[in-house]
């Protein structure tokens, strides 16, 4: 029994050991997470990613119909949208691929939810964007469970996955297009070597498959998503059927082929894949993480690491730029997550160095702020030297006059940075550091207090309200965020708003609703009615709208008793 008497300080060691965060590399799979960068924000819903031969990326919009092309550091432009794009739910512009001789015929392939009431692909030329064929059309669509990755394989076919469109009888169903990968050629017909005779399904027995990839040896996988237990990475071999709807995760039954990896859906809802350097690389909606699956020679899995846990919210697409680098966007205005104001964004992540530069640029000083309205401040600071060159900066912010981490909220080309979405009546702090081409990043610059000033409310509370997403006839209003902007407690507020004639509420969350004509009022809930000072919650709404009407709420103001 003396054996089991140790001492107060030992057991307090002892507590620190196991409580404290492993002390690892942050090297995964060939890259440097510790040095990830935001390299591109303001985007609406990306989902899909694809790269042109001068290494910029073309990103598509879910809920817009827009493609932008992106380059780390720079405002996004918009270079083509398609047409007849039906947004509503999972549905909208979905993937999006780019033509392995893209040099010599300049097609970009875009899939969509159509307002023809199918699933379909087009491809369009940049130098002329409004003119879009259809490739490929006549898939099962529904507002869930529509799949949508698009990507040319190492034998230049086309693959399509498609959801099962809400019916699962259409996965085991070789005569329906939904709930499937598909192989087509670039034109869209039927490749001779395909597993059934005249038909373009290459696997079947698919619930919603968003991932598709290829190692170096030409072996495909699949990122699928399960219904209530289990979501899968699949080894995808031709005319194999993967089990769904019998079939969530591994079952016994040899006419299915199991999945080489499996989570439980809190854990992934995996839509992007990736391969490199022998390892997957899977974007998780849910889990809000990215998975790294280290792969064997022969394709056998290992334990997988997760990067990235809730760091920047839910993620959808994850590539390898021709730059080297990991490419990851987020997915927090898709109705399901909670945006920070730089959201959508593109995170990076450097490969590995192993030698090279190593010699970080300056410091940055003179971090000032100015133009601090109740939403917003302008930060301005001056410029870093490096013995290569300077590529960026990095904005640091953490809560309060201090304590507090600080965790990047945007990056900038320039020596100046515009901070939105803000809450009133609330004190921030901010640093900057630079960063050059290898990944060096420079010491962070002095720390610059700012407050915000108080916002359009009375009673204590202020309102700040973001159009989430949009779409011909609605819209979301997400987060509309309510904040104690005085000095005590309130118990309770209400927010009153306009709607626009011909405008009407179908939905809400976190709020009770009421319409009196075109006057909205939202009353609090048990669980966030009660504010401390400096504190502040959100909900949200959707509305439908005349087509063809682009107007949105005004008028937003808080009261508290």
Known sequence: MRARVIPALILALLALVVTAPEARAQVVGGFDFSRAQVSVTGLQVPWGLAFLPDGSALVSERNTGRILQVRPGQTPTTVATVSGVSASGESGLLGIAVSPTYAQDGWVYAYFTSTAGDNRLVRLQLTAPQTQPVVFSGVPSNTFHDGGRIAFGPDGMLYVATGDAGNTANAQNVNSLAGKILRMTPTGGVPADNPIAGSRVWTYGHRNVQG????????????????????????????????????????????????????????????????????????????????????????????????????????????????????????????????????????????????????????????????????????????????????????????????????????????????????????????????????????????????????????????????????????????????????????????????????????????????????????STGHNGTLGPGQSTTFGFQANRPNGNTQTPSGYRCTSP
């Open 212 to 523: 598709l990839t290829w190692d170096s040896q030409g072996r495909m996988y699949a990122a699928e998503l399960g219904q209530n237990t289990r979501d899968e990475i699949n080894q995808i071999v031709a005319g194999s059927n993967y089990g769904w709807p019998t079939c969530e995760g591994t079952c016994t039954n040899p006419s299915f082929r199991n999945p080489i990896v499996t989570w439980t859906t809190a854990e992934a809802s995996p839509s992007g894949l990736a391969w490199a350097n022998n390892t997957l690389f899977v974007a998780a909606l849910r889990g809000q993480r990215l998975w790294a699956v280290p792969l064997t020679g022969a394709g056998t899995p290992g334990t997988p690491l997760a990067e990235f846990q809730s760091a920047y919210g839910r993620l959808r697409t994850v590539a390898v730029g021709p730059d080297g680098w990991l490419w990851v966007t987020t997915s927090n205005r898709d109705g399901r997550g909670s945006p920070v104001a730089q959201d959508d964004r593109v995170v990076r992540v450097p490969p590995a160095t192993t030698g090279g530069d190593t010699t970080p640029p300056t410091a940055p000083a003179g971090l000032a702020s100015s133009g601090t309205t109740s939403t917003g401040t302008t930060l301005a600071w001056t410029a870093s030297t490096d013995n290569v060159g300077v590529t960026g900066y990095d904005v640091l912010r953490a809560p309060g006059a201090s304590g507090g981490a600080f965790t990047q909220v945007g990056t900038s080309a320039t020596t100046s940075f515009a901070e939105t979405g803000l809450t009133a009546n609330t004190t921030y702090r901010y640093q900057i550091r630079a960063r050059d081409a290898a990944g060096n990043l420079s010491p962070v610059s002095n720390t610059a207090t700012v407050t915000t000033t108080g916002g359009g409310g009375t009673g204590g509370c202020s309102v700040t309200a973001a159009v989430q997403a949009q779409w011909g006839n609605g819209y979301v209003v997400q987060p509309v965020t309510v904040a104690n902007a005085g000095t005590s407690a309130i118990n309770g507020w209400t927010v009153t708003f306009t709607l626009p004639s011909g405008h009407a509420v179908t939905g809400s969350w976190n709020a009770t609703l009421t319409t009196d004509g075109q006057t909205v009022t939202a009353r």
